[in-house]
Each structure stands twice: as structure tokens, then as C-alpha cells.
């Protein structure tokens, strides 16, 4: 009570042995929102996405070395999608965490270069 959780980072989430993750390319659309500062739009998209996949969900945007644009991460979720642009927009990636007690594969099918529209 009265402690606040340390906000669950790129970092940390790599560091996070509950769980399981992937990378993939960003589709176009999507590193296009991000760049264009639409985040609660895909926000919004990915909420859609992950309501039949878990209770709980989260997301990051920010650049490879963890400096966060945005970071909306609830310490139980079981979902948590991060966008990782690069400056030029030409390598940006998805890295899809999913906690390892889900389906994790019917999962990384689903968040598998989603455009979240």
C-alpha cells in the first residue's frame, strides 16, 4: 500500500522470465500511427486485439535502448506489445510478450504483424 511499482519498461519486460516473447517486422500502417503520434489509436486496435486474449494488456513505444514514448503496462498482464521505431523508420519491430501460463502460441498468431485497425 502506498508503494508505486516501478513502470514495466522495455528493460525490465526483457528481463522478465514470466514471459515468453517474439520479434517481428512492423507492418507499414502501423510504424506510420506511431510516427505520426497516433498512439491511442493503436492503442485502441490493439485493446480490440487482445480483449479474447487476456485479461490484462499493455503496451510500449520507444526506441531500442528502452526510452519510452509511452508506456501503458499493468504489472499483471499477460499481453504486452512493444513497438520499437527507429528513427528512419526503416527497421521497426513489434516485440510481443506473452506470459508463458497463456496459449502463447495461438496468441503470437494472432499479434503476428497485426495492423490493429
Known amino acids: 500500500p502506498g508503494h508505486k511499482a516501478r513502470p514495466m519498461s522495455l528493460p525490465r519486460l526483457l528481463e522478465d522470465a514470466r514471459y515468453e516473447r517474439k520479434v517481428c517486422g512492423l507492418p507499414p500502417i502501423v510504424t506510420r500511427k506511431l510516427k505520426e503520434e497516433r498512439v491511442e489509436e493503436v492503442e485502441r486496435g490493439l485493446r480490440a486485439v487482445c480483449e479474447d486474449l487476456a485479461p490484462e ?14 508506456t501503458s503496462v499493468p504489472e499483471n498482464a499477460g499481453v504486452v506489445v512493444s513497438f ?23 496468441i503470437f498468431q494472432v499479434l503476428y504483424k497485426n495492423e490493429y485497425g
Open 57 to 70: 494488456f499493455g503496451m510500449t513505444v520507444g526506441g531500442a535502448l528502452g526510452n519510452e514514448k509511452f
Open 84 to 106: 520499437v521505431l527507429d528513427p528512419e523508420g526503416i527497421d521497426c519491430k513489434q516485440i510481443c510478450f506473452v506470459d508463458k501460463t497463456l496459449p502463447t502460441e495461438k
